[in-house]
């Protein structure tokens, strides 16, 4: 089935009346080989990874019907064999509203039902929610990055549809270095709403020359792309056009509905600075 048929039957773009009871068949699992045969290196290299989904708007009701708030992150492992449409993923929580029961219950059921949609087992934390009149003490802090900006180089820029070929590197100069950009924008495959986000490319090899990253990460300003299908497209690029000797591309997508995500890929040999060790789980964006 074509990417377009099997997004033909998803919610997203559509008017959905949100459910009053549990609901799992709500969720709309998309096979990720869809997106992968249009990469650039087929098959697609070899990568470790996941999608970093934070879910603000989860509730449900104790025993006694009060209502119970909560911020889950939930980790899907880039080797499932499925993404999850994000509106049916919006859809499916608010199944919870008014249903009673335990952490411990809702925690079960959410990890059987998403791992079982996106076929592979998934984890779940939660973070509980605080007002900033009544903070609680119970959340980590949060660590900074430890990284070059690239968004203030003065560049000129044409090109709105992903070319690799603006990419370069200089093979005779070799660096371990974490470059980001706040200039990411693509658009949804389905309803052609911007999608923003941070992109984070930390790197050891040839010297990838910034201001040609900085056009290439502008050049998607015109795609239609999911999250994690732009991440992947990120990563076969640099891989193929920049012959780094290992890679990590993430990027932090700001809130949608009110979901966001965050997908990260990284070769096997690839080993973070030590001050960026915790970023790519725990770090949250000024605009997420």
Same mark, same amino acid.
């Given at each position: 089935?074509?990417?377009?048929?099997?997004?033909?039957?998803?919610?997203?773009?559509?008017?959905?009346?949100?459910?009053?009871?549990?609901?799992?068949?709500?969720?709309?699992?998309?096979?990720?080989?869809?997106?992968?045969?249009?990469?650039?290196?087929?098959?697609?290299?070899?990568?470790?990874?996941?999608?970093?989904?934070?879910?603000?708007?989860?509730?449900?009701?104790?025993?006694?019907?009060?209502?119970?708030?909560?911020?889950?992150?939930?980790?899907?492992?880039?080797?499932?064999?499925?993404?999850? &449409?994000?509106?049916?993923?919006?859809? *499916?929580?608010?199944?919870?509203? +008014?249903? /009673?029961?335990?952490?411990? @219950?809702? %925690?079960?059921?959410?990890?059987?039902?998403?791992?079982?949609?996106?076929?592979?087992?998934?984890?779940?934390?939660?973070?509980?929610?605080?007002?900033?009149?009544?903070?609680?003490?119970?959340?980590?802090?949060?660590?900074?990055?430890?990284?070059?900006?690239?968004?203030?180089?003065?560049?000129?820029?044409?090109?709105?549809?992903?070319?690799?070929?603006?990419?370069?590197?200089?093979?005779?100069?070799?660096?371990?270095?974490?470059?980001?950009?706040?200039?990411?924008?693509?658009?949804?495959?389905?309803?052609?709403?911007?999608?923003?986000?941070?992109?984070?490319?930390?790197?050891?090899?040839?010297?990838?020359?910034?201001?040609?990253?900085?056009?290439?990460?502008?050049?998607?300003?015109?795609?239609?792309?999911?999250? &994690?299908?732009?991440?992947?497209?990120? *990563?076969?690029?640099?891989?193929? +056009?920049? /012959?780094?000797?290992?890679? @990590?591309? %993430?990027?932090?997508?700001?809130?949608?509905?009110?979901?966001?995500?965050?997908?990260?890929?990284?070769?096997?040999?690839?080993?973070?600075?030590?001050?960026?060790?915790?970023?790519?789980?725990?770090?949250?964006?000024?605009?997420?």
């Amino acid at each position: 089935m074509k990417f377009e048929q099997q997004l033909g039957h998803a919610p997203l773009g559509k008017s959905s009346e949100y459910p009053e009871k549990y609901d799992p068949s709500l969720l709309f699992p998309i096979a990720r080989q869809i997106g992968r045969d249009y990469l650039s290196i087929q098959p697609h290299p070899t990568w470790v990874g996941e999608d970093i989904w934070r879910a603000f708007e989860v509730s449900w009701l104790n025993q006694k019907g009060k209502p119970q708030i909560a911020i889950l992150t939930f980790t899907i492992p880039a080797s499932s064999s499925h993404i999850i &449409e994000s509106k049916s993923f919006k859809l *499916y929580l608010n199944s919870f509203n +008014q249903e /009673k029961m335990e952490w411990a @219950e809702l %925690h079960h059921r959410l990890e059987t039902d998403l791992s079982h949609a996106a076929g592979a087992q998934i984890s779940i934390q939660r973070e509980e929610a605080a007002t900033p009149l009544a903070p609680t003490t119970s959340s980590p802090s949060l660590p900074t990055l430890n990284a070059i900006s690239i968004d203030n180089l003065d560049v000129e820029c044409s090109v709105y549809e992903p070319t690799a070929s603006i990419l370069k590197a200089d093979s005779s100069r070799i660096v371990k270095e974490t470059l980001i950009s706040e200039l990411l924008k693509s658009n949804c495959p389905v309803t052609s709403q911007p999608d923003w986000g941070t992109v984070v490319i930390s790197y050891e090899g040839p010297a990838i020359d910034h201001a040609a990253l900085l056009q290439y990460i502008v050049s998607f300003r015109g795609h239609n792309g999911f999250h &994690e299908q732009c991440v992947e497209q990120i *990563y076969c690029d640099i891989l193929q +056009q920049c /012959k780094p000797h290992s890679l @990590e591309v %993430h990027a932090r997508y700001t809130r949608r509905g009110g979901l966001d995500i965050n997908p990260r890929r990284a070769s096997p040999n690839f080993t973070p600075d030590s001050a960026n060790a915790d970023y790519s789980q725990r770090i949250r964006t000024p605009r997420q």
